[in-house]
């Protein structure tokens, strides 16, 4: 089973934004001691993480997820930081994502989708963000969070024209490669 590749469900972000974002990353590397920083290209807003998935499982979620393009297109707004786990060494750094009821919708269908054809029910409530940098490096502390969230408090719009399934290649950079785009209505 661990030969098999491992997928999630996404939002792309468009150029621009890769662009914007990735400009915030250049700039927190130098103040922030993380691991990780993922390449701008490798930059998207999680709905489902599948992990490992059979071939006949993955095509019967592909059929699945036609529904979802039946949705219309909507907006977001994107921007500000925030993170996960131990304020003083979080774990993951963000970009914010507004939750609005279009995006729940669109997750609750996805997480509806993938659940009629095996894959669990996500448990935790659903925390939209685009990850900018994670796994803390220990020993290192050179930079106020609490600053950095105030001097990066700029959001942009994002308009929802499509879904994607990525495929995870961890030996690669970028490491994220489009396998099926569902375009919504």
Known sequence: ???????????????????????????????????????????????????????????????KLKGIEQLKEFELTVGTIGTFGNPLKPRVLWAGVEKTDELVVLHNQVEECAERVGFAKENREYRPHITLAKKWAEGRNNGSLAGIKNSYNDQRKLYVKEVVIYQIFPSKSPKYEIIQSYHLA
């Open 1 to 63: 089973m661990s030969n098999l590749s491992h997928y999630f469900i996404a939002i792309p972000l468009n150029h621009a934004l890769k662009d914007y974002f990735s400009i915030w990353q250049d700039s927190l590397k130098e103040q922030l001691p993380y691991k990780q920083w993922p390449h701008k290209e490798d930059l998207h807003i999680t709905l489902k993480f599948l992990g490992p998935v059979e071939p006949n499982k993955l095509n019967d979620l592909i059929n």
